[in-house]
């Protein structure tokens, strides 16, 4: 039987009324956007499929904001007002969890991503929320 290549990690928001549990690997690919959004916030992006997020307390008190297209899911806490997750339009099919949300420090493979011209960028997501094979 071979080890779990995930481990489960806990995050939320500042004030402890939504928290969340993402699987993670040892080394996690992670995103620095330069979109409006991520630019004013410092969000930085976990993708993960949707078999490796749960939220574990507070969806009740998660507001959502929905600008441009529409399709991503700005999920915050109505409290607080900290995005720690989201449903991207890059991958509506996962989660993007924000790295600064995460209780511990994850081993970020950190790479910039150019979300001022997302149109022509946003292909170079797509695998990060497929399950894995």
Known sequence: MTPDPFTWRAGGCHCGGVRFEVALPQVVEAQSCNCSMCAKTGYIHVIV??????VTKGMERLAEYTFNSR???HLFCSECG??????PR???DGWSVNARCLDEAANLDLTAFDGQN????ADQLAHLSLEPS
Request: aromatic fraction near 18%.
């Open 49 to 54: 499929p949707e078999s490796r997020f749960r």
């Open 71 to 73: 399709v991503a899911k």
């Open 82 to 87: 900290i995005k720690s997750f989201y449903r």
């Open 90 to 92: 890059s991958n509506p």
């Open 118 to 121: 997302w149109e022509a960028n």
